[in-house]
C-alpha cells in the first residue's frame, strides 16, 4: 500500500513539478511580505521612480503579449481567414489568462487594491489616460471570459448556454477590437503626459499608435511561438484538425506580422521625422534606440519575410520569438531606460529579488493554469458533438 | 456652464463623451439588427440575434 | 504691512479671493485660476535657513526628520521631497556664489497630477491649493509620473493605508482658520516669498526687474510653465542652474494628453463601423462564393443528368433493337425447328409405310 501512494508521489516530482513548486511557494512568501509590510517592503520604487518591473513588464507587457486574443479572433470572424479558427481557442484562453494575470499583478502594484473598482463605480477621473486603460481592461477581461466561457460549457456539455453564447461571437470579437485598440493605444498614451520624463526618441505624440501597431506584432508573434511550444509539449490533446491547419496560420501569421512590423518601424521613423529628432542618435541613447529599431523591429520584419517565403517554420519560431523579446526591450525602454533619463544615474532604479520573484511567480501561475485548462476542455480539438458550428 | 480650467472643461466633455460612447456601442448592436433582419424570413446568413424571425423591427 | 502678505491681507479676507472669477470664464478660455492666489519666491532674498522647511514640518504635523532643521550642512546635498518632507531648500553653486532654491509643489494651474488621477483625487480648489483626497485614491501612483516638477511622493512603508504626500498651501489650515499665511510663507525672515493674487504678483515681480536692473533675469517661472503654476519664481541666475528645468514648454497636462483622448471616442464611432462592413463584405463575398458553387454544382448536375438520359436512351433503343432481334431469332428458329420437326414426322410416315410394305 505504502509503495504505491510513494510511487503516486514520484510521478508528481517531474523537474517542471519541482521548478513550478519551488517558484509558487517562493511567490507565496513574497505575497506575505508585500501585504504585511507595504510596498517599501519588497521594492526599489521610490519617489523618482513609481512604476517598476511589475508595471513594465506585467502591466504593459502582459498586455501587449496578450495581444493575440484579439488579432487571432479578428483575422478568423472578422477579416474571414476561416482557416485560423483552430488557433483562435488557444489564443483567446492566452489572451483571458494573460488579462487576468495582469490584473492580479496590479493588485500588488497599487497602494490599496481593494480599491482598484474606485475609478470604475466611486468616481471617475475621466480625464486621465489610465482610467482609459482600467475601463478598457475590465471590459475586455468580461469580453474575453464570454469568449471563453463556451469552451467551459462544451467540457461540462451545457449546451443551451454554449449556444446563446457561440450566436453572439461577432458582437464580442468586435467589441475586443474596439477595447483592444483603445487600451493597447492608452497605455502607450499614459507617457504623453510627461515629455520632460522621457527621452525625446521614445516620446512622441504618437506614442499611442506605436504602442497599437507594435501590439498586434506582438500578438501574432505569441501565438505562432504559443503554438510550437503547446505543440512540443501538449501535442497529444491536438486534433487533427488543429494539426492540419496549424503550418498555415504559422505561415499566415508570419507574413501578416512581417507586414506590421513594416508599417511599425515607418511609424517610428514618421515619429522622429515629425519632432525632429534624428540628432539624438548620436547619442549614447541614440545607439540603443538604433539596436531596438534595427536588431528588434527591422531585422524580425525581414526574418518573418524570409521564413514565409522559404516555409521554413524554424525560422519562423525563432523570429517569433526575437519579436516577443523586442517588444519586453520596447516596454522598457518606454518605461524604465529612457524614463527619468535627465536623472544621475545613481537614483536610477533596478527591480529587487523580490520584485522579480513576483513577477516570475505570475507567469508561473499562468502556464500552470493554461496546462490544467488545456488538457482538459476542448481547446485544441474541437469537442466531438460541436464539430464545426462555430 | 463655467470652468475655470482646461482640465474641468475636459472633466466635464469626457464625462459626457463616455457616456455616449456606451450608447453609441449598445446603439450599434441594435441597428446592426435592425439593418440585417429582413422581414421575410428567408435564409440569411447575417442574421445574429434569436426571435427576431417574424415582425422585426415595429 | 508686512511684504510678504502682499495686498490686502489674503488671510482675514480669504473669501472674497476664494471666489475664482469663473464670470470671465469664457467658454475656451480658461483663465478661471489666473487671479486666484499664488506665492512669489525670490531667489535673490533667499539665504538657506531652512526655516520654512521647519514651519511646513510644524504645521503638517509631520514626523521630526533625522537631521535636525538647524543642521544646515544638509545643504550640501541634493535633495528632493519626500512622503514627510513637503518642501526642501537645495543649494546650488553658481559662478556667483551660492544660490538658493526653495522647492515644493507649485499648484499648477492645470495640474498634471489632477489630470493624470484616474479617480480624480487632486482638485484645484478656488484658494488656489490642489487638494488631494485620500478616501479615494488608489495608490496608482500615476500622478507622480505625471508631474513635471516631480513633486508629489508615496508612503511606500504602510501597508494598509499609504497615501501620496505633497504640500497643501496650507489650503485645510487656511480654510480652517487656523493659519492666514502658508506656514513657510510666514516663517521666512528674509521675506523672500510673498502671497497674493498670480496677476499682482506678476506685475510686483516686474516692478522689481526694473527697480533693479541687471539682478535678476528678467523672467518669471512659473508664469507659462507647463501651463503656468501658482508658485512663480524670479532668480539671479538662469533657472536651469537652479534646479528649475526650462525645457518643459508651455503645454499644460490636459493639452498634452488631449490628443491621445479624443481618438478615444473616434475608435468607438469607426472601429464598429470599420469592422461591421468588412465582417458584411466577406460574408457577402463567402455568400456569393456558395451561390457560385452551388449554380456551378447544379449546372454540372443538369449536364450529367442530361447526358444519363441520352446514354439511358440510347442503351434503350438498343435493348428495344437487341430484343426486336432476339424474339426475330427466335420465330426463326421455331419455325425452323417445327419444319424440321414435320420434315422428320414425313420422312417417319413416309418409313413405316414402305416396312409395311415389304413385310407382307
Ligand atoms: S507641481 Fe506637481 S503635484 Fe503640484 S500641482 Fe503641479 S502637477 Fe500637481
Ligand atoms: S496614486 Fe492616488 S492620487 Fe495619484 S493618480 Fe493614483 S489614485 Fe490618483
Redesign the interface.
Known amino acids: 500500500m505504502s509503495t504505491v501512494t510513494n510511487d503516486d508521489f514520484k510521478s508528481y516530482l517531474t523537474p517542471f513539478n519541482i521548478v513550478t513548486g519551488l517558484i509558487i511557494i517562493a511567490g507565496l512568501i513574497v505575497t506575505v511580505i508585500r501585504?504585511?509590510?507595504?510596498?517599501?517592503?519588497v521594492?526599489n520604487?521610490?519617489?523618482?521612480y513609481?512604476?517598476g518591473i511589475w508595471i513594465s513588464f506585467d502591466l504593459l507587457c502582459g498586455v501587449a503579449l496578450a495581444a493575440g486574443g484579439y488579432t487571432t479572433a479578428?483575422a478568423c470572424?472578422?477579416?474571414?481567414f476561416k482557416k485560423y479558427h483552430s488557433a483562435v481557442r488557444p489564443a483567446v484562453l492566452t489572451a483571458f489568462l494573460g488579462y487576468a494575470l495582469v490584473v492580479m499583478a496590479l493588485h500588488y502594484?497599487?497602494?490599496?487594491p481593494w480599491?482598484?473598482p474606485?475609478?470604475i463605480f466611486?468616481?471617475?477621473?475621466?480625464?486621465?489616460?489610465?482610467?482609459?486603460v482600467?475601463?478598457c481592461v475590465f471590459l475586455y477581461l468580461t469580453v474575453l471570459f464570454l469568449e471563453f466561457l463556451p469552451t467551459l460549457f462544451e467540457w461540462k456539455g451545457w449546451r443551451k448556454l454554449r449556444d446563446a453564447l457561440v450566436?453572439?461571437t461577432?458582437?464580442l470579437v468586435?467589441?475586443g477590437?474596439?477595447l483592444s485598440?483603445?487600451h493597447q493605444?492608452?497605455l502607450g498614451?499614459?507617457?504623453?503626459?510627461?515629455?520632460?520624463?522621457l527621452h525625446p526618441l521614445w516620446y512622441s505624440?504618437y506614442?499611442?499608435v506605436f504602442f497599437f501597431v507594435s501590439s498586434i506584432a506582438a500578438g501574432l508573434s505569441m501565438v505562432i511561438f504559443e503554438g510550437s511550444l503547446s505543440h512540443k509539449y501538449l501535442h497529444r490533446m491536438m486534433d487533427s484538425e488543429y494539426n492540419r491547419n496549424h503550418d498555415d496560420v504559422v505561415l499566415g501569421f508570419a507574413k501578416g506580422c512581417s507586414w506590421v512590423l513594416f508599417g511599425y518601424f515607418a511609424l517610428k521613423m514618421i515619429g522622429l521625422t515629425y519632432d525632429n529628432n534624428w540628432s539624438y542618435l548620436a547619442s549614447g541613447f541614440g545607439a540603443w534606440f538604433l539596436v531596438e529599431m534595427l536588431c528588434f523591429v527591422a531585422l524580425p520584419a525581414f526574418l518573418y519575410a524570409v521564413g514565409a517565403r522559404d516555409k521554413n517554420f524554424a525560422l519562423i519560431k525563432w523570429t517569433a520569438i526575437l519579436t516577443v523579446l523586442g517588444i519586453v526591450v520596447n516596454r522598457f525602454n518606454v518605461s524604465l531606460v529612457a524614463f527619468n533619463y535627465?536623472l544621475p544615474s545613481e537614483d536610477k532604479y533596478f527591480p529587487a529579488m523580490m520584485e522579480i520573484i513576483i513577477s516570475v511567480f505570475i507567469v508561473t501561475v499562468g502556464v500552470v493554469v493554461f496546462r490544467f485548462v488545456s488538457t482538459r476542455m476542448p481547446v485544441f480539438f474541437e469537442h466531438p458533438e460541436y464539430k464545426g458550428q462555430h | 456652464m463655467e470652468f475655470n480650467s482646461m482640465h474641468e472643461f475636459f472633466m466635464h466633455t469626457k464625462t459626457m463623451t463616455y457616456l455616449l460612447m456606451g450608447g453609441i456601442l449598445v446603439g450599434a448592436i441594435l441597428w446592426w439588427q435592425f439593418l440585417m433582419g429582413e422581414k421575410k424570413p428567408i435564409d440569411n446568413p447575417h442574421r445574429t440575434g434569436e426571435g427576431h424571425d417574424n415582425g422585426h423591427g415595429h | 504691512m508686512k511684504r510678504r502678505s502682499f495686498l490686502g491681507l489674503m488671510g482675514a479676507a480669504g473669501a472674497g479671493l476664494a471666489v475664482p472669477a469663473t464670470a470671465r470664464a469664457a467658454a475656451k478660455d480658461f483663465r478661471g485660476y489666473h487671479d486666484t492666489p499664488g506665492v512669489l519666491f525670490d531667489g535673490t532674498r533667499c539665504i538657506g535657513c531652512r526655516k520654512c522647511e521647519l514651519a511646513c514640518n510644524q504645521v503638517n504635523n509631520l514626523p521630526e526628520p533625522e537631521v535636525p532643521f538647524d543642521n544646515l550642512e544638509i545643504l550640501n546635498t541634493r535633495r528632493r521631497t519626500d512622503s514627510t518632507t513637503f518642501t526642501v531648500v537645495n543649494k546650488f553653486d553658481t559662478p556667483g556664489g551660492p544660490v538658493y532654491r526653495k522647492n515644493q509643489c507649485n499648484h499648477c494651474l492645470e495640474p498634471a497630477c489632477a489630470s493624470s488621477c484616474f479617480v480624480s483625487a487632486f482638485q484645484k480648489q478656488p484658494d488656489s491649493a490642489v487638494d488631494y483626497d485620500e478616501t479615494v485614491c488608489v495608490g496608482c501612483r500615476y500622478c507622480m509620473i505625471a508631474c513635471p516638477f516631480e513633486i508629489p511622493t508615496y508612503e511606500y512603508h504602510k501597508a494598509f493605508t499609504p497615501r501620496v504626500m505633497k504640500c497643501t498651501l496650507c489650503g485645510p489650515q487656511m480654510r480652517s482658520g487656523e493659519l492666514r499665511l502658508p506656514g513657510c510663507v510666514q516663517v521666512c525672515p528674509m521675506e523672500a516669498m510673498i502671497y497674493g493674487p498670480r496677476n499682482e504678483l506678476l506685475t510686483l515681480a516686474r516692478r522689481r526687474f526694473a527697480a533693479f536692473p541687471g539682478r535678476y533675469v528678467e523672467s518669471i517661472y512659473g508664469e507659462h510653465e507647463m501651463g503656468g503654476t501658482s508658485w512663480l519664481y524670479i532668480s539671479g541666475t538662469p533657472f536651469s542652474q537652479v534646479g528649475l528645468r526650462e525645457d518643459l514648454g508651455t503645454k499644460s497636462a490636459p493639452e498634452l494628453t488631449a490628443g491621445a483622448l479624443a481618438a478615444v471616442p473616434v475608435v468607438v464611432g469607426v472601429w464598429p463601423v470599420l469592422l461591421g462592413g468588412i465582417y458584411a463584405i466577406n460574408k457577402r463575398k463567402e455568400k456569393i462564393a456558395a451561390q457560385e458553387q452551388q449554380q456551378a454544382v447544379s449546372a454540372a448536375l443538369a449536364k450529367a443528368k442530361a447526358e444519363a438520359k441520352e446514354n439511358l436512351d440510347a442503351s434503350l433503343a438498343k435493348a428495344e433493337e437487341s430484343a426486336n432481334r432476339r424474339v426475330d431469332n427466335e420465330v426463326k428458329k421455331a419455325v425452323k425447328e417445327a419444319l424440321a420437326k414435320k420434315e422428320e414426322e414425313l420422312k417417319a410416315a413416309e418409313a413405316s409405310a414402305t416396312d409395311e410394305e415389304e413385310g407382307k
Open positions: 501585504f504585511t509590510g507595504g510596498l517599501g517592503a521594492t520604487l521610490d519617489d523618482n513609481p512604476w479578428a470572424y472578422v477579416f474571414g502594484d497599487v497602494g490599496r480599491r482598484l474606485y475609478p466611486v468616481q471617475q477621473g475621466t480625464t486621465s489616460l489610465l482610467f482609459e482600467g475601463l450566436k453572439m461577432l458582437v468586435i467589441f477590437v474596439v485598440t483603445l493605444s492608452s498614451a499614459l507617457y504623453t503626459i510627461a515629455p520632460s520624463k505624440a506614442l499611442p535627465h
